[in-house]
């Protein structure tokens, strides 16, 4: 089969010739059909984080049918088409898989970084980590599988309520979901970016408000809207993040799904007596973003690149140069 794989620490995507995988216990062979190229990608190339050994397939935002099945696989059949993200699978064993806690599984597996990923012809994955597609996804659909399920997660953890100011900042891959999903839940949804060459589209997908913020300062715009009732932070920019905290109404909240290499930093006192509150958030329930997004019509706006260009897309993606994510497609 055709995959792209990391090599070593720091290395380039490699479009390399490998040997089809063979499901194990408790396994099942996927043709892939389509990943997204997520930020979260680069952990696997640079080697960011603990845990992850070379060569390396990326890729955790996958949809794919089942052509293979390992031993005591029950729950699955050969043609259902399925999704995986970044979950794994898990143990069954430690304290936490015990408890049900199966994010916090202490031998826990993570696609595309503990296991190969989708920046493959066929990759296999453990049963408990495939998600059922609802009929009618297609190869669009990927980014749901992180991006997707990531935001609206955050946005369901949130106080907020119907009628409440959301304002989105980034309008990347992230932003333009949340926008959608935050419209969609009823939120009078604001959307933060630089320079108005985003404005049109992300107002056609669901923003009601559209704040330059090279022409408007965000937090005193946010401010004259009655101030945000959440913020959520899809910008991986410290500094732009912490100038909006004075946006937030009070009781407020800023969840922060992005990954900044900068500090947040901010005085206390804005946080002090006024009940704001700063949190982080990641993963969400899968199922439930897939069916959301079918339900209400919520869909990725996705440029679409063959396997051997997935190089290519990976540094769009990081650039910041897609509109709105790069989707590699084995078709």
């Known amino acids: 089969m055709k995959a792209v794989q990391v090599h070593l620490k720091g290395g380039d995507l490699v479009l390399v010739d490998r040997e089809m995988p063979e499901p194990e216990t408790g396994e099942v062979l996927i043709k892939v059909q389509a990943c997204g190229v997520c930020h979260g990608d680069a952990v696997a190339k640079e080697g960011t984080m603990p845990g992850v050994t070379y060569p390396r397939i990326p890729g955790h935002e996958v949809i794919g ?3 293979g099945l390992g031993t005591h696989v029950d729950n699955w059949k050969i043609g259902q088409r399925v999704g995986v993200g970044w979950h ?25 970084l503990s296991t190969d990923g989708g920046y493959a012809e066929y990759m296999t994955a453990r049963e408990e980590a495939l998600v059922f597609l ?35 900042h980034g309008m990347g891959g992230l932003g333009h979901l949340a926008v959608q ?17 985003k404005e049109a589209p992300i107002r056609t997908l669901g923003a009601h408000e559209y704040v330059d913020a090279n022409a408007t300062d965000p937090a005193k715009a946010l401010a004259a809207m009655g101030g945000a009732r959440v913020i959520l932070c899809t910008a991986p920019s410290g500094k732009a993040i912490s100038a909006l905290l004075p946006g937030l109404s009070r009781g407020g909240e800023f969840i922060i799904v992005a990954a900044p290499n900068d500090p947040l930093q901010f005085h206390p ?31 990725p706006v996705v440029e679409t690149f063959p396997l051997e260009r997935a190089g290519e ?8 140069e897609v509109r709105f994510r790069a989707v590699l497609t084995m078709e």
């Open 65 to 67: 049918t089942i052509t």
């Open 88 to 112: 794994g699978g898990h143990c069954f064993k430690c304290p936490a898989c015990r408890a049900g806690n199966f994010w916090g599984c202490e031998n826990g597996l993570v696609t595309g």
């Open 134 to 168: 609802p009929d009618g996804l297609d190869a669009r659909g990927a980014p749901l599988l992180c991006a997707g399920n990531t935001v609206l997660g955050a946005l369901k953890s949130s106080g907020a309520k119907a009628g409440d100011v959301v304002a989105i």
């Open 181 to 197: 999903f935050a419209a969609k839940m009823g939120f009078k949804t604001v959307a933060i970016s630089r320079g108005r060459d």
């Open 269 to 299: 006192g804005l946080l002090l007596g006024s009940g704001r509150s700063v949190k982080g958030w990641a993963g969400g329930n899968v199922p439930d973003a897939l069916h959301f997004a079918m339900l209400a019509n919520v869909m």
């Open 313 to 320: 897309a990976y540094q769009k993606m990081m650039n910041a």
